[in-house]
């Protein structure tokens, strides 16, 4: 609790000052109302278990906002916060596209409301990559809805901290059979495809000769 105190008052200075409203705050609320009634003892100590879990929910929160504005603006952040989704959601280890150039992301997640794809790159760069994305998972399931969301701050943006919360909330319509079989499909995929370079087709490239007798 000490190291996750240290770590969140780092990222919010502010916390400390919340802590000390929502674990006195109740205490101080109970008593009052204790002396009030005849019985401070009684009412203090549930204003003490109350003060203490008020403290603990606090942090947690407090916490979890400086864990996402310490990673957020990094490449993979999207990822990072997928992961955080609770059961039911699929989420892979790693980007399904990439720019290698610009280190743009695409992540995926799959759940009751069909496959989700989020971006992790400046607007509208990564739109691009993401519209690839869709239409390759559109390929193999024509019929399973696709959501397409672009992390970031201002308008049709969803800041890295609230894109869990932004996820659950999409309207289931698979049933856990469909979810496990979208899945399934969605392996056979594979991995990232790395771009060629324009102008170079690997399946015709030759071995530079001279450069061969040089050495």
Same mark, same amino acid.
């Given at each position: 609790? !000490?190291n /996750? ?5 780092r990222v ?9 409203l929502?674990g006195? $705050? ?7 109302i204790g002396?009030?009634?005849? +019985?401070?003892i009684?009412?203090g100590f549930i #204003?003490?278990?109350l003060g203490?879990?008020g ?12 864990a996402?504005?310490?990673i957020?603006?990094?490449p993979?952040?999207? %990822?990072?916060a997928? !992961?955080?989704?609770?059961? $039911?959601?699929t *989420?892979?280890d @790693?980007?399904?596209?990439?720019d290698?150039r610009?280190?743009d992301l695409v992540?995926?997640? /799959?759940g009751r409301?069909g *496959? /989700?794809l989020v971006?992790?790159g400046? *607007? &509208?760069?990564?739109?691009r990559?993401l519209?690839g @994305?869709?239409?390759r ?9 696709? +959501?397409?969301l672009?992390?970031?701050? #201002?308008?049709?943006?969803?800041p890295?901290g !609230?894109?869990p919360?932004?996820v659950?909330?999409? !309207? &289931?319509?698979?049933?856990r059979?469909?979810?496990?079989a *979208?899945?399934?499909r969605?392996?056979?995929?594979? #991995?990232?495809k790395?771009?060629?370079?324009? $102008?170079?087709?690997?399946?015709r490239a ?7 007798? %040089?050495?």
């Amino acid at each position: 609790m !000490k190291n /996750v105190y240290t770590m969140t008052a780092r990222v919010d200075p502010a916390v400390r000052w919340w802590l000390l409203l929502a674990g006195v $705050g109740p205490l101080v609320l109970l008593l009052l109302i204790g002396f009030a009634v005849g +019985h401070p003892i009684y009412l203090g100590f549930i #204003g003490l278990m109350l003060g203490v879990l008020g403290a603990l929910i606090t942090l947690t929160r407090r916490a979890e906002r400086a864990a996402y504005q310490q990673i957020e603006g990094t490449p993979g952040a999207a %990822g990072q916060a997928l !992961k955080t989704l609770r059961r $039911g959601w699929t *989420v892979t280890d @790693e980007p399904v596209a990439m720019d290698p150039r610009t280190r743009d992301l695409v992540f995926r997640a /799959v759940g009751r409301p069909g *496959v /989700v794809l989020v971006s992790d790159g400046p *607007v &509208p760069r990564v739109n691009r990559l993401l519209e690839g @994305e869709r239409r390759r998972v559109t390929r193999v399931l024509p019929d399973v809805p696709v +959501h397409l969301l672009r992390t970031g701050r #201002g308008d049709d943006l969803v800041p890295v901290g !609230k894109l869990p919360r932004r996820v659950m909330r999409l !309207k &289931p319509t698979l049933t856990r059979a469909e979810v496990s079989a *979208v899945n399934k499909r969605l392996r056979a995929l594979g #991995g990232i495809k790395m771009p060629v370079p324009k $102008g170079i087709d690997p399946m015709r490239a030759r071995p530079d000769r001279k450069a061969s007798r %040089g050495r």
